[in-house]
């Protein structure tokens, strides 16, 4: 019998309604996956549901074009009965559109600046009946030119707070954000004193998110921040600064498209417990990562990504597992002692002139994102000389895209006699070999030679095929062909080629394929 039925006297079937038995805050979470004209519209299901909808703690304002009086006046009656009835908020979540609609005003409205100035007044009172009503998170886009009000920076309840296109003025009285861990800005217009006072008062703190923002030109991370995460992206002007003073961090992302110079500064040994460096930075030196790499003791991932001053690096670890050289067009020698290494990545030109040495112990995936001219004979002569210095390689991934390089001819090309008398041995065993391409209308003779440099190189177990074409049955046919006409010019044949997608076929007209093939040597 269905544990949802009952049995009565007659013999009838009653349905017994579980949802509704359920407790008010379950149903609270639930709902909280809806936005608010959906959870108001739960209120006609039943009396209860309407008690659910006007007591969730969870309240939503996210309007997608234009702010309408109506969806305000909804707002606003819910606010104020949650301030009557001493109702917890838990969320508030205010976001308005970028556009200048405000009740259908356009910005040329001579009524827009009026109607701007009495939303901000609304959304003032809305923030203090959250602050009173113990709000735990604030997500706020603001309107036009809004400044957050004084009483924001005593909400004592305040776990996360995220901020986009608003002003925060200066304030001289004493921040009790005594709970905040998490806080984010946006586009958001701050002074310098200001930003220190509250990085300063914020003793929880433990995430910190700064981008684009401006109105200063040094950050301090004080001595006594127990700051775990910090991201800086594209907020500091060309003489900006960052005085890290603390030995909390774990985590440092810093991205700055326009400096010319590298603005971190820290004393020596508060960076040992940072786990995770990611940095986008055109001003750093090959001499600013010389003395930052051996202060990293407990270093995991690094991310260089358009590091383009670099033209060396020198990387000795013990606990490094991670690397992602992307787009450091300037490299010419880079050195990775990595006994723990397990992944590394390489976007950008497959230079033949940068010469990359790995060694690691551990089993490790290199992934390879090229454009396909750049994977030629030398090309394919550094890849190999890439697993050379590896024990075991569990998989190499290649991506071949011109989504950074509109120039250049799309030829693949390889023979090994080009190589002279240099040898590297045997082809490397590997589990998989896993191919991503998008949008290469290759050439039979690129397919061809594509496959030929990449057995000379590997000889894996399976092969994956990723194709992202708006007709990939063509490219698909033409790779399955090369391979079986490729089967008898090695050593060890191919003796069967299996396709592990039973649905291949039914999937050759979508825009995105995966095949993968097992191979028998």
């Known amino acids: 019998m269905n544990p949802d039925c009952e049995e009565t006297v007659s013999g009838q079937l009653n349905t017994v309604d579980r949802f509704s038995d359920l407790p008010d805050f379950l149903v609270h979470h639930i709902i909280s996956f809806l936005d608010t004209r959906e959870a108001y519209r739960t209120c006609i299901l039943s009396k209860r549901w309407a008690h659910i909808s006007a007591t969730n703690p969870i309240i939503s304002c996210w309007p997608s074009d234009e702010v309408s009086a109506r969806l305000l006046g909804y707002i606003d009656s819910r606010m104020q009965r949650y301030a009557k009835d001493n109702l917890r908020i838990r969320t508030l979540i205010l976001r308005f559109p970028a556009s200048n609609k405000v009740f259908g005003c356009d910005v040329e409205d001579i009524e827009l600046s009026r109607k701007l100035e009495e939303l901000s007044c609304k959304v003032d009172e809305w923030i203090c009946i959250a602050v009173r009503n113990q709000v735990a998170r604030l997500v706020l886009h603001g309107p036009i030119n809004y400044q957050l009000p004084d009483i924001l920076l005593s909400a004592k309840s305040l776990r996360q707070l995220n901020c986009y296109k608003v002003e925060i003025p200066y304030y001289n009285g004493a921040i009790n954000l005594a709970s905040l861990q998490t806080l984010e800005l946006l586009r958001v217009d701050v002074e310098e004193r200001m930003l220190n006072h509250i990085i300063s008062a914020c003793l929880l703190l433990k995430c910190l998110s700064v981008e684009s923002c401006y109105g200063f030109k040094t950050i301090v991370i004080p001595c006594c921040s127990q700051l775990k995460e910090l991201t800086l992206s594209n907020t ?236 990939p049955d063509l490219m698909i046919q033409l790779f399955m062909s090369e391979l079986e006409d490729m089967a008898n010019c090695w050593g060890h044949p191919l003796k069967r080629i299996e396709s592990l997608d039973a649905n291949c076929s039914n999937t050759l007209k979508s825009k995105k394929v995966d095949l993968q093939l097992r191979l028998h040597w």
């Open 236 to 471: 500091l002007p060309k003489d900006g600064t960052i005085v890290l003073e603390t030995s909390s961090l774990a985590c440092f992302k810093f991205s700055d498209s326009t400096s010319d110079r590298w603005p971190v500064m820290s004393k020596p040994g508060l960076l040992r417990n940072l786990r995770t460096l990611d940095l986008s930075s055109s001003g750093i030196t090959d001499g600013d990562l010389g003395k930052l790499l051996p202060e990293l003791a407990s270093l995991e991932t690094l991310h260089l990504v358009n590091c383009r001053r670099l033209t060396m690096i020198r990387i000795s670890s013990v606990q490094l597992k991670k690397i992602y050289l992307v787009n450091c067009h300037g490299l010419l020698y880079v050195t990775i002692d990595a006994p723990s290494l397990t992944k590394f990545k390489y976007k950008g030109d497959f230079d033949p002139d940068c010469i990359i040495t790995i060694s690691s112990q551990a089993s490790c995936l290199l992934s390879v994102h090229t454009i396909p001219y750049c994977l030629d004979t030398p090309g394919f002569f550094k890849l190999k000389q890439l697993m050379t210095g590896l024990r075991s390689c569990n998989a190499l991934k290649i991506w071949l895209s011109d989504d950074y390089d509109e120039s250049g001819p799309d030829d693949i090309k390889f023979d090994e006699e080009e190589l002279g008398d240099v040898n590297l041995g045997p082809p490397r065993d590997i589990r998989e070999l896993k191919l991503s391409l998008y949008d290469q209308n290759l050439s039979r003779s690129s397919v061809s030679a594509f496959l030929n440099g990449l057995f000379w190189t590997c000889r894996p177990d399976i092969i994956s095929f990723q194709f992202f074409f708006h007709e």
